[in-house]
C-alpha cells in the first residue's frame, strides 16, 4: 500500500485507493472545543485523524481541495502537480470548504509529508484564519520524515497559536497508539510540577512510572547541576522504571535508576524512564534550570 506521503515517500508502486467527496460533511459535531481538522490525498491520514476524533468525541474537519488530486497528481516518479506545488514557495491551493475556528481552544492538525514537508494546502489552511490564542497538536503520516521541521515550517504562519510537540505516524498505526498519544495531552492529570517557586507547564508521560510518581507526591527533591545540562535529585526511594536508551531533548523529565530525577535544559544520551516534558523554550529551560541547584517540587 502506498504510505502516507504519497508523492515523495511511498515505498511502493501499489495505487491508492481515493474515494468521491460529493457527500462531504464539512463539520462532523462532536467535543465544542477541539477540533480534528485534516487533509488526505488517500485514505491513510483520514483512518488516523478518524481515530483521533473517535478517541477525544471532537469535532472533525476535513481540508478538502477545490480541485481534488488525482492518482496522477500525486505521482511521485513523475514531475506531478504535488511536486511542482511543493517546489513552488507561493504555492497555495484552494479549499472547497470553510470551517468557524472560534468555538474551538485546541486543533489536532494531520497531514501527509510530501517531499519534506506539509502538503501546500496545509499552508493554505494555516493562512485563512486567526489561530491566535489557540493550542494546535500536529501530527504527520509518513514512511520516515520526521514532524519536526513540517510543524515549524507551518508554525510561522500562525505565530500567535501555542505549538506541542506533533508526532510521526506510519500507515500500519493503531487506533490504540493514537489514543495513548492523545492522551499524554487531553488525558486530565492533576500532578503538577514547580521548580523553585515556579508551577511549570508539563506533558507527562502515560505509563507506570508517572503513576507511581503520583501516588508518592507531594515530594521536594533538591538537585543539582550536573554535566552542565541537567539538573538531578534523590527521589528518596526507589519506583518502577522501564529504562531504555535515549536521547533526551531540552525540557525532558526522566527516572534514572529508579530512585533520581532529573530535569534537562541540554541533552544526553543514556537509559532511562521517561516522566514527561517540561513545555518552554530551551532560553527559558536554561534560565529556569541552568543553576548550582534548584527544587524541584511535584504536587
Known amino acids: 500500500m502506498l504510505l502516507l506521503a ?31 481538522a485534516y487533509f488526505s490525498a488517500t485514505k491513510n491520514t483520514k483512518k488516523l485523524a478518524e481515530y483521533a476524533q473517535e478517541h477525544l468525541g471532537s469535532d472533525i474537519f476535513e ?27 507561493s504555492a497555495r491551493p484552494e479549499i472547497a470548504y470553510t470551517v468557524d475556528l472560534k468555538q474551538y481552544d ?11 514537508d506539509a502538503p501546500k494546502i496545509l499552508y493554505t489552511f494555516m493562512e485563512s484564519y486567526d489561530f491566535s490564542g489557540k493550542t494546535i497538536l500536529p501530527f504527520c503520516t509518513s ?16 505565530p500567535n497559536a501555542t505549538w506541542l510537540d506533533g508526532k510521526r505516524f506510519g500507515s500500519n498505526a493503531t487506533k490504540e497508539e493514537v489514543g495513548n ?57 526507589s519506583i518502577i522504571s522501564n529504562d531504555v536508551q535515549i536521547t533526551t531533548s531540552p525540557g525532558d523529565i526522566v527516572l534514572y535508576a529508579s530512585n533520581q530525577i532529573v530535569a534537562f535544559f541540554g541533552s544526553n544520551t543514556w537509559r532511562y524512564t521517561k ?5 518552554l523554550s530551551q532560553s527559558e529551560l536554561r534560565d529556569l534550570l541552568d543553576k548550582p541547584s534548584v527544587t524541584l517540587s511535584i504536587l
Open 143 to 158: 514512511g520516515s520524515s520526521p514532524v519536526g521541521s513540517s510543524a515549524e515550517n507551518l508554525a510561522k504562519s500562525a
Open 6 to 36: 504519497s508523492c515523495g515517500a511511498s515505498s511502493s508502486s501499489a495505487i491508492p485507493s481515493f474515494s468521491s467527496r460529493a457527500d462531504a460533511s464539512p463539520v462532523d459535531p462532536g467535543d465544542s472545543s477541539t477540533l480534528v
Open 181 to 237: 498519544w492523545l492522551d499524554q495531552y487531553f488525558k486530565e492529570n492533576t500532578m503538577k510540577l514547580k521548580v523553585n517557586e515556579r508551577e511549570v507547564p508539563v506533558t507527562w508521560e502515560n505509563n507506570a512510572s508517572v503513576e507511581a510518581l503520583s501516588g508518592i507526591k507531594p515530594l521536594n527533591i533538591e538537585a543539582e547541576r550536573y554535566g552542565g545540562f541537567e539538573q538531578v535529585g534523590p527521589l528518596g526511594q
Open 106 to 116: 485546541t486543533i489536532v492538525l494531520g497531514y501527509p509529508i510530501w517531499f519534506g
Open 275 to 279: 516522566l514527561g516534558h517540561i513545555d
Open 63 to 89: 481540508i478538502v481541495p477545490k480541485e481534488a488530486y488525482t492518482e496522477e497528481d500525486i505521482n511521485y516518479r513523475t514531475d506531478c502537480r504535488a511536486k511542482r506545488e511543493q517546489d513552488d514557495s
